[in-house]
């Protein structure tokens, strides 16, 4: 139990004859001062009393209870221990002259009334694109947006967040998650893209992609609109046996097996029957005596099952939308879906459901994910986790191979969703007995399965431990420990691949030239398209596997590299202090980071050929577009500039484009921010680099040269309001107004200064020792 915050906790009660209260076992006395140390084995008491016997004076035996609490039978409580931290003499003293200047700046700030004034803000909520187009006055030099005002402070971490959908309804997103990446990444570009419209020499231009600038604080899900269900639909009406078939084997190639193709089995695991069989069952009489709508069969307790077939059919509807405006609704599979639903009832109520539901839920999350509705997953996943342990399945009690590989499919959507949405697991690894998938007449390989289950406990360690999630402490040299010890456990988990998952390195995976794109015009053979293909074989699956992989070494190392970022962007302002990537101390990490990055690009570039009709699932284009967005970062830190790199980003874009053609809001999005984050590369690389561009901008008649100040020019500035002298002599170089305008301008670049500076001094390792906690 903590001790009260409060001072009076700490007063000490006396222990006197006259007293007619007992006092309060949190209220301690001082302890008596000793003469002399006394070594542990000559002490006639212990070390620590506990409160109560320490506020009675009496010998505690120092048990948990000791003695005298069991025996009066009260509560036994000893303090909390206090830790002491010592630094030298002189950092204090230099930390309290910082503190007191950072006041005194703050006092002046407020005499002064310079700061604009602003409509009071939602937490979390950003500046409007608005806002940020008409902000700054005329003068080039100077064209600092009031989002610098607002924004003075170095970023705090890559910390979970709540985010806002577009119901304005916030939603609790973790550091892992991608859309907590996102939002910091936009916070970097509204901060500097006035530092980008001074470099453009474009004052009065709306900076580009202003909407997406103005969504600081929010993320796009379909989760806060309902899906739209159809309510008279009849379970048991099922398509003819041909489009069964078609479709079981369109999902099995996706999310499964490939219908037997695949050497690794699959990376999950679905229980399918034919379609005969399927059509069969669903043939069966209903209840006996009850008559549905429109005089139809009413479901009987055995057609349950055909719901896994109905959210089959209503993925397949979402795997064919690739038609310009298709991805709408009414055409999502709703129908599909609704029929699901009739048969299982209210999918959050869980006392209903048993082992054979396990499955359907797991693929109506699968759904969900794919209509970009991440909560209703995490929500359905969650409950097939808790059917699971209430059955006991995740201790091995009962279960047959079928329900091993269920589970396990089970376990790998609820680590993938923790991962991406930056949430603890509901199930800690520990508690988790179940022995993995093994070899079965009749079933598909395991190893796609038992590999994935590998890599996904990897991935929990990392939401757990390796970032913040745990909520427990971290320093500098323990952040640095626990990434290269992801990375250690990664490259054991990729070097222990059985043969069949083994990949030849991406990296060799280029585009063919143009002659022999012209040539192959109107083929999708990869082998011709993309050289090195065909030793790559067939295995979308196991491509699918290593995706994850090269997305696990990718999160890792994401917070060090962002990090870079904000180091490259403050050393503009910095001319002798030029920024240099190769002296970073996680160069060998980053430099994985943008390998990482560039394989992924690679093969989905060979998933997407392979692919019917080019689809590419949700958690695909998630890979794609995080490693489209590190190679970007990575122009942005290092000098040389690959060919390669912009023909892979150029492939990222040219996805998300054809997805947002369909009419999908995450294709839309995610188009938007690479252009943006292009955009901003590419007008930052030239200033971060070049020593001859940043010294000319930031000579005497240099556009940058009025951001050069240090924070006493600043706080004297922020003192002297209103065109007067520190004395209080009226300026006789202008008018008030003229004086007020640069004074306002001025402050604008102070804070413009203040923050780029802070970001150069901020430790590397930053984003992985700020805690919430």
């Known amino acids: 139990m903590p001790r009260p915050s409060h001072p009076s906790a700490t007063l000490g009660l006396p222990s006197t004859s006259t007293t007619t209260s007992t006092p309060s076992p949190l209220h301690r006395l001082p302890v008596n001062p000793r003469r002399k140390k006394v070594a542990p084995d000559e002490r006639k008491r212990v070390a620590t009393a506990c409160n109560s016997c320490n506020v009675r004076r009496i010998k505690c035996s120092g048990e948990r209870p000791c003695r005298q609490c069991t025996t009066s039978q009260r509560e036994c409580l000893y303090p909390e221990p206090i830790e002491r931290v010592t630094i030298p003499r002189a950092e204090l003293e230099s ?81 892992t998650s991608g859309a907590t990446f996102l939002d910091t990444l936009k916070e970097l570009i509204v901060t500097v893209t006035p530092l980008v419209r001074v470099l453009n020499r ?52 996706f999310i499964q097996d490939g219908s037997g193709a695949f050497a690794s089995g699959g990376i999950m695991f679905w229980p399918f029957e034919d379609a005969q069989s399927i059509l069969a069952l669903a043939s069966h009489p209903g209840v006996p005596g009850s008559v549905g709508p429109g005089g139809r069969t009413v479901p009987g307790p055995h057609h349950r099952s055909l719901a896994l077939y109905h959210a089959a059919f209503a ?143 990897i991935s929990n360690y ?9 909520g427990l402490p971290d320093l500098l040299n323990r952040a640095t420990v626990r990434v290269d010890k992801v990375l250690e456990m990664l490259r054991k988990w990729h070097e222990n691949l059985p043969p069949p998952l083994r990949l030849p390195d991406p990296l060799t995976l280029l585009p063919a030239d143009l002659f022999t794109q012209a040539s192959a ?11 090195g293909a065909a030793e790559f074989g067939t ?18 190392v994401r917070p060090a590299m962002l990090m870079a970022v904000w180091k490259a962007v403050a050393s503009i302002l910095c001319l002798d202090q030029p920024f240099d990537i190769e002296s970073h101390p996680s160069i060998t990490p980053i430099r994985a980071c943008s390998d990482a990055a560039r394989c992924n690009l690679r093969l989905g570039r060979l998933m997407r050929l392979h692919s019917p009709r080019k689809k590419l699932l949700l958690p695909d284009l998630h890979h794609i577009f995080n490693a489209a967005i590190v190679l970007m970062m990575h122009q942005i830190v290092f000098v040389n500039l690959r060919t390669q790199d912009l023909d892979d980003i150029e492939f990222a874009s ?61 706080a004297d500035m922020m003192a002297d309001v209103g065109g007067k002298r520190p004395g209080g002599a009226p300026d006789e170089s202008g008018s008030s107004a003229q004086q007020a305008g640069h004074g306002a301008a001025y402050h604008r670049a102070a804070a413009m200064y203040q923050t780029l500076s802070s970001w150069w001094k901020a430790d590397y390792m930053q984003f992985y020792n700020t805690f919430l906690s």
């Not at 950072?102 to 407020?110: I, K, S, V």
């Not at 929010?218 to 099922?238: C, F, G, I, K, W």
């Not at 015009?521 to 050289?531: I, T, Y």
């Open 462 to 470: 990392i939401v757990y431990s390796s970032y913040r999630e745990a």
């Open 654 to 714: 040219e996805v998300f484009d054809a997805e947002a053609e369909t009419g999908s809001e995450y294709g839309k999005d995610c188009a938007r921010v690479l252009r943006d984050m292009k955009s901003l590369a590419h007008q930052l690389r030239s200033p971060i680099h070049d020593p001859e561009t940043k010294r000319l901008l930031l000579s005497d008649k240099g556009l940058l040269h009025d951001l050069m100040l240090d924070e006493t020019m600043a």
């Open 539 to 556: 295995d979308r699956a196991c491509w699918a596997l290593h995706m994850s992989f090269y997305q696990l070494v990718i999160l890792s």
């Open 202 to 253: 474009r004052s009065t231009d709306a900076p580009a992609g202003a909407a997406f600038l103005g969504s600081v604080g929010q993320y796009q899900t379909h989760d806060s609109r309902p899906l739209m269900l159809p309510e008279d639909v009849n379970p048991l009406a099922l398509p003819p046996e041909a489009d069964v078939a078609a479709a079981l084997s369109q999902v099995r190639y």
């Open 95 to 175: 930390l309290q002259r910082r503190c007191a200047s950072l006041e005194r700046q703050l006092a002046a700030t407020e005499r002064g009334g310079h700061l604009p004034e602003a409509a009071p803000q939602q937490p979390g909520s950003a500046p409007s694109a608005q806002s940020l187009a008409n902000a700054g006055p005329a003068d080039p030099r100077l064209s600092l947006g009031d989002a610098d005002a607002r924004r003075p402070n170095p970023p705090g971490g890559i910390d979970g967040r709540m985010l806002a959908d577009p119901t304005g309804t916030p939603r609790y997103l973790g550091e």
């Open 315 to 457: 993925l397949t509807r979402l795997l064919n939308l690739r038609e310009p405006g298709s991805f709408v609704d009414g055409q999502l599979g709703e129908e599909s879906f609704a029929k699901a639903r009739a048969l299982l009832g209210n999918v959050l109520d869980r006392t209903t459901y048993t082992i054979s539901d396990i499955a359907t839920l797991a693929l109506m999350a699968v759904y969900f994910i794919e209509n970009n509705r991440r909560d209703a997953a995490y929500m359905a996943i969650r409950n097939a986790m808790a059917i699971s342990v209430m059955n006991g399945i995740h201790k091995g009690v009962a279960v047959n191979e079928v329900s091993v590989r269920t589970f396990w499919t089970v376990y790998v959507l609820d680590r993938w969703l923790d991962c991406i949405m930056g949430r603890p697991p509901s199930t800690p690894d520990d508690a988790i007995t179940l022995p993995l998938p093994r070899e079965f007449p009749g079933l598909p390989s395991p190893i796609g399965l038992r590999a994935h289950v590998e890599l996904c406990k």
């Open 521 to 531: 015009f109107g083929r999708h053979d990869p082998a011709v398209l993309l050289s």
